[in-house]
């Protein structure tokens, strides 16, 4: 089975986008963009009647981002994918969050499609093993879990089934890379994917903090756009722990671990940062940026946090 089909956006590669909600109008914004032909298909006629003025608004979003490629292939409305599918590249489903839907429409797919089409779900919270149970049938089937919007938060996680074939997760990655995208590869299945666990460890300590009258949600929000949110759109929680502590992770471990511990047995949950973690983390973050890159790296995070600040500040005196 050969899924290194084509190489690259310049050969006419085909993506059909199932689904003409606002997760399938923002991927065809971007696919097109980057000169791929997309088919977007929905059998709501008052959703297709509306796909040109919802493309609109993304490609408005693209531009505004400073995101556009300009290399449009062009969309195509369609009520079903009967001509498309026999002969697409790339299958992104979106449809409804429900599970008995998303393994009707991928049995019709791997009836109707290439074995080296590439058969994405850009499903939040259902993995792909639940939709096609047997192993067999998912050599060609994965998740690509999209950030709301996709047409400027260009970041997917690329998570396979047990079943899903590595030349499959490689193709799938280059389609999404090639789109604008970057895509972050998951090792193996797990519910939430990266994004809804980190996000729903957030959300779990910021209601709990408000049941335990801490702080009220006011509170919370202001903590998080005013303290923890500037710094996280430009290093995520590993390098703002790294660029916080002089003396890198292994110092932050070191300093914090025990009081990070002792908040989470609090609220019945395990941390372990034993030192084989911290090894293998602080390995990955010395192949990222060298220890003596690290001052430059906090010098320049500073300058960059200001002048956030000051975008965010004139973005917020915006808001209705």
């Not at 991927?27 to 963009?33: G, N």
């Not at 003025?53 to 195509?76: F, N």
């Not at 050599?139 to 590595?166: K, Y």
């Not at 511990?261 to 293998?280: F, K, N, S, Y």
Request: net charge negative; aromatic share 4%; hydrophobic share 50%.
């Amino acid at each position: 089975m050969n899924l290194a089909r084509g190489e690259g956006v310049g050969n006419n590669l085909t993506v059909a986008i199932l689904g003409a909600g606002s997760i399938g109008l923002s991927f065809a914004a971007v696919f097109s963009d980057a000169g791929f032909s997309v088919t977007l298909c929905d059998p709501d006629p008052a959703r297709r009647a509306a796909v040109d003025d919802g493309l609109a608004v993304h490609r408005d979003a693209i531009a505004l981002a400073g995101l556009r490629q300009g290399l449009s292939g062009g969309v195509a409305i369609a009520a079903d994918g009967a001509e498309v599918l026999p002969r697409a590249d790339l299958v992104i489903e979106c449809g409804p969050e429900n599970l008995s839907v998303k393994q009707a429409i991928f049995a019709d797919l791997l009836a109707r499609c290439r074995a080296d089409c590439v058969l994405a779900t850009a499903s939040s919270a259902i993995q792909m093993s639940h939709i096609l149970p047997d192993d067999a049938q998912q050599r060609q089937c994965l998740v690509v879990h999209p950030v709301n919007p996709p047409a400027v938060l260009r970041m997917v996680e690329i998570c396979p089934a047990p079943g899903t074939l590595p030349q499959a997760v490689d193709r799938a990655a280059q389609l999404f890379t090639d789109a604008g995208f970057t895509a972050v590869r998951l090792g193996r299945e797990i519910e939430g994917f990266v994004l809804n666990r980190l996000q729903g460890a957030v959300l779990r300590e910021a209601y709990r903090l408000v049941d335990d009258g801490v702080t009220d949600v006011a509170g919370v929000e202001a903590v998080m756009r005013l303290g923890l949110g500037p710094r996280w759109a430009l290093s995520g929680p590993f390098e703002t722990a790294e660029l916080n502590t002089p003396g890198g992770i292994r110092a932050h471990a070191a300093r914090m671990g025990p009081a990070y511990a002792r908040m989470g047995a609090e609220r019945g949950e395990t941390v372990d940062w034993h030192p084989a973690l911290i090894d293998q983390v602080e390995a990955q973050r010395r192949a990222e940026i060298a220890a003596e890159q690290l001052p430059a790296r906090a010098a320049w995070r500073a300058r960059a946090v200001a002048r956030l600040v000051a975008a965010r500040d004139a973005l917020m005196g915006e808001r209705p």
